[in-house]
């Protein structure tokens, strides 16, 4: 059986194949923006510094932390003030963050290590320590 010529066929496939292309462009170009926000450089043992700790990315990693840590203590209710500086190590199944912040929880103000996990892939973010 021979496959038919239709327009209609050919159109569709066209829009999947622009919008697959597009999808993927945009995506590598959102992982190169938190790449470069991370800096390649400077590695301590696997480690590499993160060079700008106010991009949205890393203060949402953040954001994630407290609020994880918030359910995690029952009975905390930490805010987030700033990321002050931090580290990340890149694997096959994700980033994981060492983030130092501070928080906030009634007027008292507070320094934190927080470890973190991240697998943008899966959509996958788990709290690993908070100190």
Same mark, same amino acid.
């Given at each position: 059986?021979?496959?038919?010529?239709?327009?209609?066929?050919?159109?569709?496939?066209?829009?999947?194949?622009?919008?697959?292309?597009?999808?993927? @462009?945009? /995506?590598? $170009?959102?992982?190169? *923006?938190?790449?470069?926000?991370?800096?390649?450089?400077?590695?301590? +043992?696997?480690? !590499?510094?993160?060079?700008?700790?106010?991009?949205?990315?890393?203060?949402?990693?953040?954001?994630?932390? @407290?609020? /994880?840590? $918030?359910?995690?203590? *029952?009975?905390?209710?930490?805010?987030?003030?700033?990321?002050?500086? +931090?580290?990340? !190590?890149?694997?096959?199944?994700?980033?994981?963050?060492?983030?130092?912040?501070?928080?906030?929880?009634?007027?008292?103000?507070?320094?934190?290590?927080?470890?973190?996990?991240?697998?943008?892939?899966?959509?996958?973010?788990?709290?690993?320590?908070?100190?």
């Amino acid at each position: 059986m021979a496959f038919k010529f239709n327009s209609l066929n050919f159109v569709v496939l066209s829009m999947v194949a622009v919008t697959f292309v597009f999808y993927h @462009v945009f /995506a590598i $170009n959102d992982d190169q *923006k938190l790449l470069n926000s991370l800096d390649r450089v400077t590695n301590t +043992g696997g480690w !590499q510094l993160i060079k700008d700790s106010k991009d949205s990315k890393v203060v949402d990693i953040a954001k994630c932390a @407290v609020n /994880a840590e $918030n359910t995690r203590s *029952k009975g905390w209710d930490y805010k987030l003030v700033s990321v002050l500086n +931090g580290k990340f !190590q890149a694997a096959n199944d994700g980033i994981t963050y060492q983030l130092v912040i501070v928080t906030t929880e009634f007027d008292v103000t507070e320094k934190h290590t927080v470890i973190i996990f991240d697998n943008p892939k899966d959509n996958v973010r788990k709290l690993i320590s908070f100190y």
